[in-house]
């Protein structure tokens, strides 16, 4: 079944304590992006990027990381998570867009990060 | 930056009705998408427009774009109790390959 996964679903962690939410796609999609849904602000954009090695802040990046040492595979780093960045998080991946076709995305079910 | 809102923020209909959801944006656009989420979930591709389309059908979704208003609409019609969710509108401009969601409108369809 094509689809984005993220790990893990829930996850409570105490501030300053590094942690990875790994997010994975069988699509062989060139696109992913991480998205931050708040109440009231709507799904931000915190990183993202366009193919194996390549990746851009997005609207919110400040304390996180991202890597993309492979295709598949686009983990969200929180080097010292602090309680502000507690959050329902979201990866998401799509084909590039060309001139004459257009994608959306597919995304995961979400991480829901509490940071006390 | 947030490009497209949506309007309302919250529409409460009964079932089979039809919802009407709109969505306004800023700068010129490539396409224009919507999404569902249901509670808690991830976001789910329902239809995108490309920006030289005017009007477009997924069964029981219809979507609208008016470049000159800068503005799109998500009609679905006869509501089920299913269709409660967010929807959201996301849009793609210029060179970028990444959408641009507004906060969504809550629908609640009462059975």
């Known amino acids: 079944e094509a689809q984005v996964t993220q790990n893990p679903r829930y996850l409570i962690t105490v501030t300053g304590k590094k942690l990875t939410v790994t997010c994975s796609q069988n699509m062989n999609h060139e696109y992913m992006s991480w998205y931050r849904q708040d109440p009231g602000l709507g799904l931000r954009q915190i990183y993202y990027?366009?193919?194996?090695?390549?990746?851009d802040k997005g609207d919110v990046p400040e304390g996180y990381k991202v890597s993309r040492k492979e295709k598949r595979n686009f983990p969200l780093i929180l080097e010292s998570p602090s309680p502000n960045q507690t959050s329902l998080y979201f990866c998401a991946s799509s084909p590039p867009r060309t001139a004459t076709h257009n994608y959306g995305y597919t995304f995961g079910s979400g991480t829901r990060l509490t940071v006390v | 930056s947030q490009q497209g809102e949506e309007d309302p923020q919250a529409l409460s209909i009964q079932e089979g009705e039809n919802a009407t959801m709109n969505c306004s944006y800023k700068t010129s656009i490539n396409n224009l998408q919507w999404y569902r989420q249901n509670s808690g979930r991830g976001l789910v591709h329902l239809i995108l427009i490309r920006s030289n389309e005017r009007e477009k059908h997924s069964g029981r979704l219809r979507v609208t774009l008016d470049t000159s208003k800068k503005s799109s609409s998500l009609l679905i019609t006869a509501s089920r109790a299913a269709d409660t969710a967010s929807y959201f509108c996301a849009t793609i401009s210029g060179g970028s390959y990444i959408p641009t969601f507004g906060r969504g409108t809550s629908l609640i369809v009462h059975p």
């Open positions: 990027s366009m193919n194996v090695e390549v990746t």
